[in-house]
């Protein structure tokens, strides 16, 4: 793991932005995997700057999301699909053909994780993903205990963000929501990783993270035996680490 601190939030942003260029750059037709959540939303808004900028070549591009809320329907502000739409996929034109996410709303979830992997594969694998971290060590919807094994699959929220979502969605009690998402397996197959985490509530799971034994309680911690992972910091998120 390459662990780099930055000193403020907007500078992390703009690293990150870079990250993402450099995927871009990488092969033209390059498959670059995105995260939604509070820590990349400005680091969608700074890529989609930094594009208008330097009028990088997204043309040839399929950006995709790795996870996406089930049980809501996709124009929900909080389903992944949309968001990625409204900071990143919407503001640079990119076309539905090269937007690919898991469906929020399926008969059958299984089935459409394994098209949707399948159709990943047939565009050459993932070049590069952009992951978030939970404050519980989750990334994606692998929640703890995940198996390190596990493919794309239907799985659980945490309950305060099913909560949330409940509350905005008005969703009965009743009605099953979840996460659906790509495998810890899948994630360790992508050819290059970044990880970005702000803020003192990160503190305590980065340094699990990164300093901790790799356990599946701690699903990020898998992430010290990928070859190629990038660990993008702010000061708070790093003030626990022995560095
Ligand atoms: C959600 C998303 C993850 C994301 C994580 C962190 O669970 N499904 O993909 O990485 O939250 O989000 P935040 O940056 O808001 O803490």
């Known amino acids: 793991m390459r662990i780099l601190v930055c000193n403020t939030p907007a500078e992390l942003d703009r690293r990150a932005a870079e990250m993402i260029a450099d995927a871009v750059r990488s092969r033209r037709d390059a498959?670059?995997?995105?995260?939604?959540?509070?820590?990349?939303?400005?680091?969608?808004?700074?890529?989609?700057?930094?594009?208008r900028e330097t009028g990088l070549d997204c043309s040839g591009v399929t950006f995709f999301g790795q996870d996406e809320v089930a049980g809501v329907p996709r124009a929900y502000a909080g389903a992944c699909y949309t968001m990625l739409k409204n900071e990143l996929v919407g503001p640079l034109g990119i076309p539905e053909e090269r937007f690919l996410m898991l469906p929020t709303e399926s008969d059958d979830f299984g089935r459409d994780c394994r098209a949707f992997m399948d159709e990943l594969e047939k565009r050459g694998?993932?070049?590069?993903?952009?992951?978030?971290?939970?404050?519980?060590?989750?990334?994606?919807?692998?929640q703890p205990g995940s198996p390190f094994g596990a493919g794309a699959r239907l799985s659980v929220m945490y309950p305060e963000?099913?909560?949330?979502?409940?509350r905005e969605t008005g969703t009965p009690a009743d009605k099953p929501l979840g996460?659906?998402?790509?495998?810890?397996?899948?994630?360790?197959?992508?050819?290059?990783l970044v990880l970005a985490a702000?803020?003192?509530?990160?503190?305590?799971?980065?340094?699990?993270?990164?300093?901790?034994?790799?356990?599946?309680?701690?699903?990020?911690?898998?992430?010290?035996?990928?070859p190629d992972c990038t660990v993008l910091l702010d000061?708070?998120?790093a003030s626990q680490l022995a560095l």
């Open 161 to 166: 963000l099913e909560e949330r979502i409940r």
């Open 198 to 226: 702000k803020g003192p509530s990160k503190a305590a799971i980065v340094k699990k993270m990164i300093e901790g034994p790799v356990t599946e309680d701690v699903p990020a911690s898998v992430l010290q035996l990928h």
């Open 31 to 51: 498959v670059v995997g995105l995260s939604t959540g509070r820590t990349t939303g400005d680091i969608h808004r700074a890529f989609v700057r930094l594009v």
């Open 179 to 192: 996460g659906v998402t790509m495998g810890l397996k899948d994630i360790m197959q992508a050819r290059k």
């Open 235 to 237: 000061r708070e998120a």
């Open 125 to 142: 694998g993932v070049d590069f993903l952009f992951l978030g971290l939970g404050e519980n060590g989750h990334l994606g919807f692998n």
